[in-house]
């Protein structure tokens, strides 16, 4: 079954202890995403890759970091979490290309930064 | 800029009503898709429909359609006999076919919240 898996999807932490949360897609698509959500704001871009060691700032991309070592895998890092990242995270996948391509959504997770 | 702006941060209607959903977009590419999705309580983001820029066709799908106007850049989705199941939010999303999509790239509106009640 194709599909983006996220972990975990339930993440409560305190303020400076670095994290990671895991994204993993078995499309073997080329471009990733890792998404924001937050009330009234809808879904944000935090960063994206568009192959493995290809990986660019999106809209908000302060305080976080992404790596692309391997085609399917593109974790999320935060190196000092604080409160102002509490948030629904979603990880995306689509193939390369400018055509009209579906974009597949990870289940999120949800991370509260006490 | 691209933009997308759901105005309706809220709906709330009785089962059986019809609701129509609001979303315009701004955007100075000529070649774009418009998206929308639904997000139950559960959190996850469930994928509706997906249109470009080149057709205008109105689409239905069961009790679902959506109306595309170019010309007043709004992509408009339609619950026909809604139900308490249709109770979410739904966003709706735009992306430019741009050679810079920074990788395809999902512009999403608010959200709007639906309730539907029995």
């Known amino acids: 079954e194709a599909q983006v898996t996220q972990n975990p999807r339930y993440l409560i932490t305190v303020t400076g202890k670095k994290l990671t949360v895991t994204c993993s897609q078995n499309?073997?698509?080329?471009?990733m995403s890792w998404y924001r959500q937050d009330p009234g704001l809808g879904l944000r871009q935090i960063y994206y890759?568009?192959?493995?060691?290809?990986?660019d700032k999106g809209d908000v991309p302060e305080g976080y970091k992404v790596s692309r070592k391997e085609k399917r895998n593109f974790p999320l890092i935060l190196e000092s979490p604080s409160p102002n990242q509490t948030s629904l995270y979603f990880c995306?996948?689509?193939?390369?290309?400018?055509?009209?391509?579906?974009?597949?959504f990870g289940p999120g997770t949800r991370l509260t930064v006490t | 800029a691209q933009k997308v702006t759901q105005a309706q941060t809220e709906i709330s209607v009785v089962e059986k009503e019809d609701v129509t959903l609001d979303c315009v977009y701004e955007?100075?590419?000529?070649?774009?898709?418009l998206f929308w999705y639904k997000q139950p309580p559960s959190g996850e983001l469930v994928f509706l429909i997906r249109?470009?820029?080149?057709?205008?066709q109105n689409e239905i799908s069961g009790r679902y359609s959506w109306n595309f106007q170019k010309s007043t850049s709004s992509f408009n989705f339609t619950i026909t006999a809604s139900q308490v199941v249709d109770s979410a939010v739904y966003f709706c999303?735009?992306?430019?076919?741009?050679?810079?999509?920074?990788?395809?790239?999902?512009?999403f509106g608010q959200g709007t919240e639906l309730s539907v009640k029995p």
């Open positions: 249109r470009n820029s080149f057709d205008e």
């Open positions: 955007t100075r590419d000529t070649t774009y898709y």
């Open positions: 499309m073997n698509h080329e471009y």
């Open positions: 999303a735009l992306s430019e076919a741009g050679l810079y999509n920074q990788g395809g790239k999902l512009i």
């Open positions: 890759s568009m192959n493995v060691e290809v990986t």
């Open positions: 995306a996948s689509r193939v390369r290309g400018q055509g009209n391509y579906e974009q597949y």
